[in-house]
């Protein structure tokens, strides 16, 4: 068996209150997800990180400690999978926007020595502004660690088996306590992080493989005449976003007067953006708007159904190279043109 890393790829949060600007700027700096040149780019990072770090994002934070709980749910994550797969893994943590970071550990990859090394994100769906920028900026960090070793990448799993069965079971788990509440039938609201509509506009597969893992998870759940819908949250700046977003979707159970549980499918741990926005603020929400019922179902973190789902890609590509989604075939239409797979040897050139 091959000495192997696996990187895991996530977002990042900040560890102090000190820590939210910086960690907002470099966000707002990634061209992935602000497409200005610069120096426009770098004045309104300056900007927004600036405004937001005192009012928005402070509030939210101070709800967690001003820390956020993504780094050691990602840790945890980590450890389950290190176990799962055996003496000859390391599993290795690699945040975007805050530490630790591609550059640092690259470093510590380079000093751990693997014949092998897996791109792993926590990502399930592919994105230009997650899992494309991820491998951009890890591609730099190994480049000037002189990491020289037989790479491969796997650009997304949105129907993965293991992350299928695990959001049915949460899902379900809150289902039956909502019917025990007197519920009969409540709606399940799949909501994801959403997107400029340009974004998607410019081939970035997302969208559908949000819409289309939701199907699948829904299905899996075995409920009988389920009622769903797929939404979207966490709208930031004046771009118009996808739609229909959670407050419309909350404002339309509350018009057929339906209890709801939400499940933010794309998230694969617990952070700000479930523990506060959902938890707090949408629930908040929903008490105004009259819903007869407000639930949330967990994200699927360490599950074991998850882990093993994780597991099985990684084991999968040992033999692998280059840039691939599970199963090693293009999942998404061509009409998406940001997708990493490539009907030709493109897919290397846009995965570099």
């Known amino acids: 068996m091959k000495k192997t890393a696996v990187i895991l790829f996530n977002l990042g949060g900040p560890d102090s209150k000190e820590s939210i600007e910086p960690f907002l700027f470099n966000f707002f700096m990634d061209k992935n997800i602000v497409r200005l040149p610069q120096p426009f780019r770098y004045m309104l990072a300056k900007k927004i990180s600036s405004s937001r770090s005192r009012r928005e994002a402070n ?3 101070k709800e967690l400690g001003f820390k956020s709980p993504l780094l050691d749910n990602t840790r945890a994550q980590a450890k389950a999978l290190e176990e799962k797969l055996g003496e000859s893994f390391k599993v290795f943590v690699c945040m975007r926007y805050w530490h630790p970071m591609a550059g640092e550990v690259a470093r510590e990859v380079k000093e751990y020595g693997p014949e092998k090394i897996v791109l792993l994100p926590l990502y399930p769906q592919f994105s230009t502004t997650t899992t494309r920028s991820s491998f951009q900026a890890w591609e730099i960090a190994a480049q000037e660690a002189d990491l020289n070793v037989q ?17 049915a079971q949460n899902i379900k788990a809150v289902y039956e306590s909502a019917q025990k509440d007197g519920h009969d039938h409540p709606r399940i609201l799949f909501s994801a992080h959403g997107l400029p509509e340009k974004i998607v506009r410019d081939g970035d597969p997302y969208q559908w493989q949000c819409e289309q893992a939701a199907e699948k998870i829904a ?51 617990e952070h700000v953006e479930t523990l506060v926005e959902l938890d707090i603020e949408y629930k908040h929400m929903a008490e105004k708007l009259g819903l007869p019922g407000y639930y949330r179902a967990g994200t699927v973190g360490a599950h074991p159904s998850f882990i093993e789902g994780l597991a099985k890609i990684v084991e999968g590509h040992l ?10 075939t293009r999942l998404c239409p061509h009409s998406f043109q940001e997708c990493l797979i490539k009907e030709s040897s493109a897919c290397q050139e846009k995965a570099a």
């Open 59 to 61: 509030d939210s934070y």
């Open 151 to 167: 790479q491969s990448a796997l650009c997304c799993y949105p129907f993965n088996q293991g992350f299928v069965e695990a959001s």
């Open 219 to 269: 299905a899996a759940t075995g409920i009988e005449s389920i009622d769903w819908q797929i939404c979207y949250q966490s709208r930031v700046g004046r771009l118009k976003w996808i739609t229909p977003s959670l407050d419309e979707a909350l404002e339309k159970a509350a018009h057929d007067n339906k209890a709801v549980i939400i499940y933010p499918h794309a998230f694969t741990q």
């Open 319 to 328: 033999d692998q190279e280059g840039t691939q989604p599970e199963g090693n």
